[in-house]
């Protein structure tokens, strides 16, 4: 298994907004903390951080908040991947520029049915005008939200053209098949596969990818980033399972709202039950259902700070 400078799991970690809805830095950078110190990497500007929602300045501002307040730096991979070059080529330059152990890149998402070769292209260019040796890129396929698939012969090309440069991937298509492939094929090549959610972590490692960057890990990660720490124990497969049904919890209600919502209730600080629109906050009957589940299952955020 290969490996992984960020860390074995990530979170893509939630941002929270103050009434304005500015990005609220200062729960930013306690949030940040409180994963570090659960062993879990910082996988920010993803997917469930609502990256799509900020703009690239304030992306740029909330990174530099991070390394001003000295989190560490390698264990950082920000979402970085934009639908315009210049935007995913800015934040990229800026990222490696502050040490981070790498970044993580969409496709140009807007358009679709576009061809393997357009791709490339996009791939290329942020490369080539980034210009970085220290630059480490994780190609993002998370087909069922951007709906422009990272394939295998994709993978090839850019491994052949950047083999220093392109580092792995994050795969959230939710497809094991696909997981698995993408291991067989490039795995031995040191190429890192991460799994886009903690339910598939253990066949991942088993397998020999290096681990997941899962939305839950946001609110479970200290259970999350014990089972990618003792993977190969006889518990496993029970601490596996476990895993899935705090997931399955999370799951039965919009996911970035429920990860709100925890975490507001559990460090008793209401600031973080908030989402920029289009995202809403769970309804009342959501909320219930969601912390009803969770006091079933005596679910903690020992630690976590208002």
């Known amino acids: 298994m290969p490996n992984a400078p960020c860390g074995t799991v990530l979170s893509p970690v939630i941002t929270p907004f103050r009434d304005d809805l500015s990005p609220d830095a200062a729960r930013f950078v306690e949030h940040c903390r409180w994963l570090l110190s659960n062993d879990v990497g910082l996988a920010i500007f993803g997917t469930n951080s609502e990256a799509n929602s900020l703009s690239v300045q304030e992306r740029l501002e909330l990174l530099d908040h991070l390394v001003a307040a000295g989190i560490d730096t390698t264990r950082l991979m920000p979402g970085t991947g934009c639908c315009s070059i210049p935007d995913s080529v800015a934040l990229t330059r ?29 791939y290329c260019e942020v490369i080539e005008r980034v210009g970085d040796e220290r630059l480490r890129l994780y190609l993002y396929h998370i087909p069922p939200v951007a709906q422009v698939p990272i394939g295998l012969g ?59 960057i899962s939305a839950t890990a946001n609110v479970n990660p200290r259970a999350i980033s014990a089972l990618g720490g003792s993977w190969q124990g006889d518990d496993a497969d029970a601490r596996q399972q476990a895993l899935n049904e705090i997931r399955d919890i999370f799951e039965s209600v919009p996911m970035i709202p429920a990860l709100k919502a925890a975490t507001a209730h559990f460090s008793d600080d209401s600031g973080w039950d908030r989402l920029r629109p289009p995202l809403v906050s769970l309804d009342e009957s959501q909320r219930d259902k969601l ?16």
């Open 94 to 122: 800026h990222a490696v520029s502050q040490g981070v152990g790498g970044v993580l890149m969409l496709p140009p998402f807007y358009y679709k049915g576009v061809s393997e070769e357009g791709l490339f292209r996009f």
């Open 154 to 212: 994709l993978i090839e090309r850019l491994l052949k053209r950047y083999p220093e440069v392109v580092a792995g991937i994050k795969d959230s298509s939710g497809d094991w098949a696909n997981t698995q492939a993408v291991i067989d094929a490039f795995g031995t090549q040191g190429f890192r596969v991460y799994a886009g959610s903690e339910r598939f972590l253990l066949p991942t490692l088993r397998a020999g990818g290096v681990g997941c």
């Open 291 to 306: 912390l009803t589940a969770l006091k079933r299952v005596d679910f903690a955020m020992p630690g976590l700070v208002g």
